[in-house]
C-alpha cells in the first residue's frame, strides 16, 4: 500500500524549531518528488515547499524562506522539514504530499496524487 | 505569485443537482489546474489533474473543464458524500498555490 506517514509536530514556543519527518512506503521513494503543504485551523491549503527525487531543485512560499529547510534522504525513504524561528502564524496541520508529473512534448503537468495524513504543529508561549 | 479564487466560498444543494464550482487565476496558467476534496479532520484527496483529467478510482460524475485563467469543477448529480471543501491549485509557476477553497454542503 502505497503510504506517507508524517511525524514530529508538538508545541512549540515562538522563535523555536522544529523538525517534521514524512516517512514514505509502497513506492520507490527515489523516483518522486515531493511536498509539504500546511492548513491553519479553519483554514484553507497553502503549498509550502518542495524538492525534486535527487534533491536538486528546491523550492519554499515566501512566507517560510529562509526559515525552513526541506530535505530527503532516498536511503531511509524520508522527507524532512526543519522549521527554525517558528511563528504562532505557523500553527498548522503540516501534510507531505507526492508530486505526479503527467509529461508531453510540450507540457509537464504537476499534481500531488498521495498525501499523508498530517501531524499538527502548535506555536504558542 | 499567481492568486487563485475560488466562487462560491461555499454552497448547499440537494442530492441529484447538477453543481459548478468556479476557479479564476489570476495569469494565464494554461491547463496547470488541479482540484482536491478535502473532508473534515481528513487529508486532501486528488480528483482531477490537468484541468480535466480524472484521477484513477475519482467518480465519473466529477468532471473538470477550462484553460487559460477560468475553470470549473462540475458534479452532474450530487451525491450526500460529496459534501466536503474543495480546492483548486495550479502548478503553471514553481510556487504552487492554492484556491481559498469551496464548501459544499449538501440539503
Known amino acids: 500500500e502505497v503510504q506517507l506517514v508524517e511525524s514530529g509536530g508538538g508545541l512549540v514556543q515562538p522563535g523555536g524549531s522544529l523538525r517534521l519527518s514524512c516517512a514514505a512506503s509502497?513506492?520507490?521513494?527515489?523516483?518522486?518528488?515531493m511536498n509539504w503543504v500546511r492548513q491553519a485551523p479553519g483554514k484553507g491549503l497553502e503549498w509550502v515547499s518542495y524538492?525534486?527525487?535527487?534533491?536538486?531543485?528546491?523550492y519554499y512560499a515566501d512566507s517560510v524562506k529562509g526559515r525552513f529547510t526541506i530535505s530527503r534522504d532516498n536511503a531511509k525513504n524520508s522527507l524532512y522539514l526543519q522549521m527554525n524561528s517558528l511563528r504562532a502564524e505557523d500553527t498548522a496541520v503540516y501534510y507531505c504530499?507526492?508530486?505526479?508529473?503527467?509529461?508531453?512534448?510540450?507540457?509537464?503537468?504537476?499534481?500531488?496524487?498521495?498525501w499523508g495524513k498530517g501531524t499538527t504543529v502548535t506555536v504558542s508561549s | 505569485d499567481i492568486q487563485m479564487t475560488q466562487s462560491p466560498s461555499s454552497l448547499s444543494a440537494s442530492v441529484g443537482d447538477r453543481v459548478t464550482i468556479t476557479c479564476r487565476a489570476s495569469?494565464?496558467?494554461?491547463?496547470?489546474l488541479n482540484w482536491y476534496q478535502q473532508k473534515p479532520g481528513k487529508a486532501p484527496k486528488l480528483l482531477i489533474y490537468a484541468a480535466s483529467s480524472l484521477q484513477s478510482g475519482v467518480p465519473s460524475r466529477f468532471s473538470g473543464s477550462g484553460s487559460g485563467t477560468d475553470f470549473t469543477l462540475t458534479f452532474s448529480s450530487l451525491q450526500p458524500e460529496d459534501s466536503a471543501t474543495y480546492y483548486c491549485?495550479?502548478?503553471?509557476?514553481?510556487?504552487?498555490?492554492f484556491g481559498q477553497g469551496t464548501k459544499l454542503e449538501i440539503k
Open positions: 524538492i525534486s527525487s535527487s534533491s536538486t531543485i528546491i
Open positions: 495569469q494565464n496558467i494554461d491547463n496547470y
Open positions: 509502497g513506492f520507490t521513494f527515489s523516483n518522486y518528488s
Open positions: 504530499a507526492r508530486d505526479r508529473a503527467v509529461t508531453g512534448p510540450d507540457y509537464y503537468y504537476f499534481y500531488m496524487d498521495v
Open positions: 491549485q495550479q502548478t503553471y509557476s514553481t510556487l504552487y498555490t
